[in-house]
C-alpha cells in the first residue's frame, strides 16, 4: 500500500515477485487486482525464469537509483 501511494496509484504496471508466501496470499493478489496490476512471478521449481527481468531491475535500481 505504501508502495501504491508513493508512486501516485499506479494501473496497469507489471509488479514482480519471487512465489514467497505473501505474494501469494490471497490478500496480496486481492490488493494486486484491486489496483489493476499485473502480477509477474516465476514459475514453481524455475528460480531462473525470471532472471532477465530481475537483471534489469538489479542493473536499474544500482545504476539509476544508487549510482
Not at 505504501?2 to 496497469?12: D, E, H, S, V, Y
Not at 494486486?32 to 538489479?58: Q, R, W
Request: with cysteine; proline share 1%; charged share 25%.
Amino acid at each position: 500500500r505504501m508502495a501504491l501511494r508513493r508512486r501516485k496509484m499506479p494501473r496497469g504496471v507489471i509488479v514482480h515477485s519471487d512465489r514467497g508466501s505473501q505474494y501469494c496470499s490471497r490478500d496480496y493478489q486481492s490488493l494486486i487486482k484491486a489496483h489493476n496490476l499485473e502480477c509477474s512471478m516465476s514459475a514453481k521449481g524455475n528460480c531462473y525464469d525470471n532472471a532477465c527481468a530481475e537483471t534489469f531491475f538489479h542493473s536499474l535500481k544500482v545504476e539509476s537509483i544508487h549510482g
